[in-house]
């Protein structure tokens, strides 16, 4: 049984920092594309940041030079380090893998309020 997990998420103030963890079982891990989406209410869910197998990464536009995503392959774990935050950044964020099948995690909730 395939179980992605997030934590991490909580209230950070504007400007703070956060950082979110996946951790995946059931899973070859070091061989699927994790990423991490967002959805804020009442918006579509969007790509936040991916990273493949060989550790390449891509960003959405909104959250380059702000968030960095990474991988621990020893420890199937998926982090996403949140710099800078804004109040745009409020929204519930989800983990995701894929290699042809894909899995979603349950979603962690981000408040960036003061």
């Known amino acids: 049984q395939v179980q992605l997990v997030e934590s991490g998420g909580g209230l950070v103030q504007p400007g703070g920092p956060l950082r979110l963890s996946c951790a995946a079982s059931?899973?070859?891990?070091?061989?699927?594309?994790m990423a991490w989406y967002r959805q804020a209410p009442g918006k579509q869910r969007e790509l936040v940041a991916r990273?493949?197998?060989?550790?390449?990464?891509n960003y959405a536009d909104s959250v380059k030079g702000r968030f960095t995503i990474s991988r621990d392959n020893a420890k199937n774990t998926v982090y996403l380090q949140m710099n800078s935050l804004e109040p745009d950044d409020t929204a519930v964020y989800y983990c995701?893998?894929?290699?042809?099948?894909?899995?979603w995690g349950q979603g962690t909730q981000v408040t960036v309020s003061s």
């Open positions: 990273i493949t197998p060989g550790g390449s990464t």
């Open positions: 995701h893998s894929r290699l042809g099948n894909e899995y």
């Open positions: 059931g899973i070859i891990f070091s061989a699927y594309t």
